[in-house]
């Protein structure tokens, strides 16, 4: 059975840092491509940031660029995306997708929400 499991979320202050972990099973994640989006009330989803399979490689939307670190660890099946100096812009649901062609999966999500 595929799933995905985002963890991590929860409410910070602006300014403050989360990690957000998505770990992964059913599939070999290994060879994925493994990436974050995020979806505020009332917007369509995004996409945040993306890791080659290997690791060896990302790319940042440019709003989060600076701030957010993607990382994985392919002997955990584990992705990772770090947020640092978050803003109240930040608050959304994070998901996490892994995509080795043509299969695509996706996660439940997490919450995160910034505010004082």
């Known amino acids: 059975q595929v799933q995905l499991v985002e963890s991590g979320g929860g409410l910070v202050q602006p300014g403050g840092s989360l990690r957000l972990s998505c770990a992964a099973s059913?599939?070999?994640?290994?060879?994925?491509?493994a990436s974050w989006y995020r979806q505020a009330p009332g917007k369509e989803r995004e996409w945040v940031a993306s890791?080659?399979?290997?690791?060896?490689?990302?790319d940042y939307a440019d709003s989060v660029k600076g701030r957010f670190t993607i990382s994985r660890d392919n002997a955990k099946n584990t992705v990772y995306l770090q947020m640092n100096s978050l803003k109240p812009e930040d608050t959304a649901v994070y998901y996490c997708k892994a995509v080795r062609f043509p299969r695509s999966y996706w996660g439940q999500g997490t919450q995160v929400t910034v505010s004082s």
């Open positions: 890791i080659s399979e290997a690791g060896g490689s990302a």
């Open positions: 059913g599939f070999t994640f290994s060879s994925s491509r």
